[in-house]
Structure formats: structure tokens, C-alpha cells
């Protein structure tokens, strides 16, 4: 593990008991979990290379639970992590070992589904999927689909403003929530937003969406919801080289087509896929497009045309319509499980996420070979071509002494290079400890001070889910009082971690 973590306050500890012992008084019952066996299930997530017990595991069920556990925590200086379903690629839910871990996943109602404003009114601990199934039957769907759809928990979705494949389209989790009731570190229950379009004030949505679980607790969420499209058909398209892919991506684009999704997979991806799920996919091509049309049956037959036609001048070598909605997806359950399939051919994989500008996808694919060679690890890719996002799964032994180390320095690489070429340290999969000590790289000491600003106004102890994100830990009284003259730190003393 070679980020740091905050030092665990072991004063603190001295009193776990009594502590314990008040949660239990908040949440009866099964909610508060303190067996060490028992919190093994909770000492990580996503980025499973970081472990760590936490203090405790509670796991309300009610807002007015949570809002009792955040005042005590904040009466006592105790740390809270909150936690979706643990599956953050960035390591959001990481625990601490000196603060409350506080599961949402008892949040798992439907509260209300309003067709006629096109929305519904669900807890955090809903899953992604969960949504779309339960407004299926009218026809309706959620559209932002994380692979992890299955798991991942709409909680988990604000926190991060995770996105997915049909995300290119229809915006990310950010541009299909409405409102929210979140929970502050003093208890204090707050409501943004609601049904409506736009509310007065500042955009207090836009800062929460993507805020990690650093600004309060989500207990319920308004989600848009979408008529699902009369029709929807892919297409897969092979090519002899990544870079006439990528060049084909933009022409796309260029041409006023906004696809409902477009992925894009290199040769390694590709065959650990098709060996993987049997998608069809053409095994003599260096990298596949998944191009999805959707709308009318006209409008898409017609852009279906002219796809192709772009696909034949950027030297296609194969295009192939799905002819029928188990065939086209069958050839997203191929991309949906590249993760997996990936899985099956490394001991271990290291996934990052970063976002370019398109038109940089062939250069930083030929210097993302290089780094391959210079670390002689081997990379598979996949990206969320139409937006730019690239995951390029990052294949070591984590039993191979020093290859963790090699596939960290790998993927700061892959991420400095998406800064050096315009675009940003994270896509979708948020920043966590992952990426913390990459944000110097990205931002410089004055805007790190502003951000952190904000997070004070919301958590002025710095109680909520410290350790993430911001790479140095600041007092919000400092902060408030700082001046910072040509880029000099002016609390030198302040501890990084
Ligand atoms: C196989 C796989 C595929 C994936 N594919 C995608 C993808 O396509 N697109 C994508 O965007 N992501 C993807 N992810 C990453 C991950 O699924 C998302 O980041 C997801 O949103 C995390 O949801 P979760 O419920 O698991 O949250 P967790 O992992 O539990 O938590 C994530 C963050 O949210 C915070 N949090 C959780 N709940 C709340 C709450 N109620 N209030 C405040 N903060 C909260 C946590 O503190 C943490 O910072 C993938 C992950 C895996 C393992």
C-alpha cells in the first residue's frame, strides 16, 4: 500500500467501547457490527489492493439514524466513511481504523415512481439496476449504466457521478438527478433540489454529484427517468489499428451522430472477452467499435447507413449490424464483462480511469504501448470511446514481489499523460486515495485550497471521509485565514499523508 492514510488517533481508541456501546444505542439490534470476523467483509472495496478494519461497521436504516450517528460522531471528533456497496474502483469506501463505517445498504426502497414527472424518489442503497427494473414495466429505464450496474448502489452513483456506456447520450449521473436529502456531520437533515428542473441558488446539486462521500450522508435521491427508445441497434466494427479506431470515433462524432453508446476495445481486450462471454466479436482485428443507434426504427436504420459508411473511409476491415435485440445484447454483455474477463487471464489487474480529449486517443495509445514495454507489464483497453474515457486495465501478479508497484507507477503514468495531453485524472471512477496524491499534477496549491474551502463549509471538522481525495490535510481555521503568496504552502507544518 503506498498511499498514506491518516494516523490512527489512538486516544481515541481507548474508548471504543464506550463508543460502540452509544451506536448500539442509535441502532439497535444487527446495525452495529464491531466482531472483528464480522468487518473483515467491509475492509475494502474496489480497489482491493488497500485494506483496512475499520473501528466499527453501522448500518442505519432510517434518516433519523444516521442523522443521530453523524451528531455523535461529530460531539466525539470520530471519522465517518460512508459506504455504498464497496464497489469503487478508487478506494471511496476505504475504512479508516479509527472511524465509524457507515453502511448504507438497509437504504434499499423504492419510495415513490411519479411517471407523470418522470421520476422516482429512491434510497442510497437502491442499486443501479434496481431502478430501471422497477419503472420497466411502463416502459421506462435509468439511463447512466456503471458495468456494475448489478451491484453498485445509486448512493455509491451520486458520490461518485459515475457514468456508463449510455452515458455519451443521455449525461452523466450528475445530468439525471434532481434532488436529494443528504444528512450534514452535524446531523442536520438538508433537501436540495426536488422535482422541478432548476431550483434558485447556487447549483448545490452539481457540488454534491462527484463530492465522494467528503460533503454528507445521501438518504434519498430523485433520479430522472427516460422512456426507453422505440428501437436501439449495434454495431460492431473491427479495424486493423487502434488509431484508425480512434480516428473513426471522431468522424463519427464530427458528423452531428451522438451515438446512444460508443465503446471502444484493443486486441487484448477483445480476446479475453470472446473467450469470455462469446459475443461474437471478430478475434483478426486490432480494435473493435460497439456503435448502439437509438430512436425511431427510420432515424436509426438511417444512421446505422451512415455509420458505416464513416466506418468503411476510416478502413473498417469488418461491420456487423445486430439483426435482433438478443443479438445486440449479446454484443454489449461482451463489453459489460470485460472487467471479468480481464479477470480471468492476470492473477490480478489494476484498473484506471482517466478522460483525453478524442482527438489525443491515437497518441496516447502509441505512448501507452511504450509505457507497456518500459514496465514490461502488459495492458489491456477499454474506453468509453465517444467520451473520451479511457480504463486501461493495467495485468500484474500481485504475488510477484514489486509488481504492484510497477502497475501503480504504470497507471500515474497513463494519468499524468492524460493530464499532459488536456484531459483529466478521472472519468467516472472518482479520485479516492487512487489518485490523492495525483492532484498536484492537475491542480495547483491555490485551487486545492478553494475546493478544500468548500469541503469546510459542509464539514468543518474534517470528519467525513478524510484520507481521500485531497492530498493535504488542512485545519478549516487555517485555511480560512491563509494566504497564499507565489505558490508558497504557507503552513509548511500542517502533516501531508
Ligand atoms: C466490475 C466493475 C465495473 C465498474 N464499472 C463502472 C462503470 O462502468 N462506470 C462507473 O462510473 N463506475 C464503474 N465502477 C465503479 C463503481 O461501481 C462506481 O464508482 C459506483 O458508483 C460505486 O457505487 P457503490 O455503491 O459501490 O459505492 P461505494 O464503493 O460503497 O462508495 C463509493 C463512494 O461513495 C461514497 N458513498 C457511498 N454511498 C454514499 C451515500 N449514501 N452518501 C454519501 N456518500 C456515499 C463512499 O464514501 C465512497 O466515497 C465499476 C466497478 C466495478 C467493480
Same mark, same amino acid.
Given at each position: ?327 445486440? #445484447? ?5 463489453? !459489460?464483462? $470485460? &472487467?471479468? *474477463?480481464? @479477470?480471468?487471464?492476470? +492473477? ?99 485551487? #486545492? ?5 468548500? !469541503?469546510? $463549509? &459542509?464539514? *468543518?471538522? @474534517?470528519?467525513?471521509? +478524510? ?31
Amino acid at each position: 500500500m503506498s498511499v498514506k492514510m491518516p494516523p490512527i488517533d489512538e486516544a481515541l481508541m481507548t474508548h471504543r467501547e464506550e463508543i460502540v456501546a452509544a451506536l448500539r444505542r442509535i441502532v439497535p439490534g444487527e446495525g452495529v457490527i464491531d466482531g472483528e470476523r464480522e468487518m473483515r467483509p467491509f475492509e475494502s472495496d474496489g480497489l482491493t489492493a488497500y485494506r483496512q478494519l475499520p473501528m466499527v461497521v453501522v448500518l442505519p436504516s432510517t434518516t433519523q439514524q444516521v442523522s443521530d450517528v453523524l451528531r455523535y460522531c461529530h460531539e466525539h471528533n470520530i471519522k465517518v466513511v460512508p459506504r455504498g456497496a464497496g464497489t469503487s474502483l478508487s478506494g471511496g469506501a476505504l475504512p479508516l481504523g479509527d472511524g465509524v463505517l457507515l453502511g448504507l445498504s438497509k437504504f434499499s426502497r423504492i419510495r415513490e415512481i411519479d411517471f407523470e414527472n418522470r421520476v422516482a424518489v429512491v434510497e442510497p442503497g437502491v442499486t443501479n439496476l434496481g431502478i430501471s427494473n422497477a419503472v420497466a414495466h411502463r416502459g421506462f429505464y435509468y439511463a447512466p449504466d456503471p458495468s456494475s450496474q448489478i451491484a453498485c448502489t445509486i448512493g455509491g452513483n451520486i458520490a461518485e457521478n459515475s457514468g456508463g456506456v449510455h452515458c455519451l447520450k443521455y449525461g452523466m449521473t450528475t445530468n439525471n438527478v434532481l434532488g436529494l436529502e443528504m444528512v450534514l456531520m452535524t446531523g442536520e437533515i438538508v433537501r436540495i433540489g426536488g422535482r422541478h428542473l432548476d431550483s434558485g441558488g447556487y447549483d448545490l446539486l452539481g457540488v454534491i454529484t462527484g463530492s465522494e462521500g467528503l460533503l454528507g450522508v445521501v438518504t434519498e435521491i430523485t433520479v430522472r427517468i427516460l422512456k426507453k427508445p422505440e428501437t436501439a441497434r449495434a454495431v460492431l466494427i473491427g479495424f486493423p489499428t487502434s488509431e484508425d479506431a480512434g480516428a473513426c470515433v471522431g468522424r463519427i462524432i464530427g458528423a452531428g451522430i451522438i451515438p446512444g453508446g460508443m465503446e471502444m476495445m484493443d486486441r487484448p481486450a477483445i480476446h479475453a472477452v470472446e473467450e469470455f462471454a462469446h459475443a461474437g466479436y471478430p478475434l483478426d482485428v486490432e480494435a473493435l467499435l460497439i456503435v448502439e443507434l437509438d430512436g425511431g426504427k427510420a432515424e436509426v436504420d438511417h444512421l446505422i447507413d451512415r455509420v458505416e459508411a464513416i466506418a468503411r473511409e476510416c478502413k473498417a476491415s469488418t461491420c456487423r449490424v445486430s439483426q435482433n435485440e438478443d443479438e445486440r #445484447l449479446l454484443f454489449w454483455a461482451g463489453r !459489460k464483462a $470485460a &472487467f471479468p *474477463a480481464v @479477470g480471468r487471464i492476470s +492473477p490480478d489487474y489494476y484498473c484506471m480511469d482517466g478522460t483525453i480529449p478524442r482527438a489525443a486517443l491515437p497518441l496516447v495509445l502509441s505512448r501507452m504501448r511504450e509505457m507497456s514495454e518500459k514496465y514490461g507489464l502488459q495492458v489491456a483497453n477499454v474506453f468509453h470511446a465517444g467520451d473520451g474515457n479511457l480504463h486501461p486495465l493495467i495485468l500484474y501478479d500481485a504475488n510477484v514481489p514489486g509488481e504492484l508497484d510497477k502497475a501503480e507507477a504504470f497507471g500515474s503514468d497513463i494519468l499524468r499523460l492524460c493530464v499532459e495531453v488536456g484531459g483529466v485524472l478521472t472519468g467516472e471512477h472518482g479520485v479516492g486515495v487512487e489518485k490523492r496524491d495525483l492532484m498536484p499534477e492537475m491542480f495547483s496549491e491555490i485551487d #486545492l485550497n478553494q475546493q478544500q474551502r468548500l !469541503k469546510c $463549509a &459542509f464539514d *468543518a471538522q @474534517g470528519l467525513l471521509n +478524510p484520507g481521500k481525495v485531497f492530498p493535504t490535510l488542512h485545519r478549516c481555521a487555517e485555511l480560512g485565514r491563509m494566504h497564499v503568496r507565489a505558490g508558497k504552502v504557507a503552513f509548511p507544518d500542517i502533516p501531508r499523508f
